[in-house]
């Protein structure tokens, strides 16, 4: 369902809609700083850990675009990326896998950007690494992701390493 604009955003025409609109799975965005906020706050609980929030934000054609030559390299579509690709992850390192935001969301129009910190461990090996994550809005829904590593290559290898190891 696609976003609504109600009333110029004044508080008394948001607070009625929101009581009577309280039974939908409708999002209500009046105005683009309200857009704004709305995925702000979807993405600081992304990065806290809390997935609640991103998991009912997501399209039904969302692409999550994973880069590289790994076995987790790839574009999961849908709800593909939480059944198979966090699983895996886990997996993989023994639940140590963590993307820490390491700044400001930076949100424009339909995009944004959020720089972060990848860690995990998995046995010896360790991985940290900046890296950056590319996002994409349509309406009221989170349509596409990129996930930009500063060292693809020392990820690649990390996870690697983690498979070897029998994770």
């Keep these: 369902m696609g976003a609504r604009s109600i009333g110029s955003g004044d508080g008394e025409t948001l607070r009625r809609a929101s009581e009577t609109d309280l039974n939908t799975t409708e999002t209500i965005m009046p105005d683009a700083d309200s857009h704004e906020a709305y995925f ?6 992304l990065y806290a850990g809390n997935f609640e929030p991103f998991n009912a934000a997501i399209a039904d054609d969302y692409i999550c675009h994973t880069p590289g ?16 690709k966090r699983p895996k992850m886990r997996a993989l390192t023994a639940g140590s896998f963590k993307v820490r935001k390491l700044g400001d969301i930076c949100i424009s129009g ?16 360790k991985l ?3 890296a950056f994550g590319i996002w994409r809005f349509r309406g009221d829904k989170i349509v596409e992701h ?3 590593n500063f060292d693809q290559y020392g990820f690649d290898a990390f996870v690697a390493a983690a498979e070897a190891q029998g994770r």
């Design 69 to 84: 030559r790994s076995s987790i390299a790839g574009d999961y579509h849908g709800t593909e990326q939480a059944e198979v």
């Design 128 to 130: 940290e690494t900046p």
């Design 110 to 125: 339909d995009w944004a950007m959020v720089p972060v910190v990848v860690s995990a461990e998995a046995g010896d090996t």
């Design 146 to 148: 990129w996930e930009m």
């Design 40 to 45: 702000r706050s979807v993405l600081t609980e």
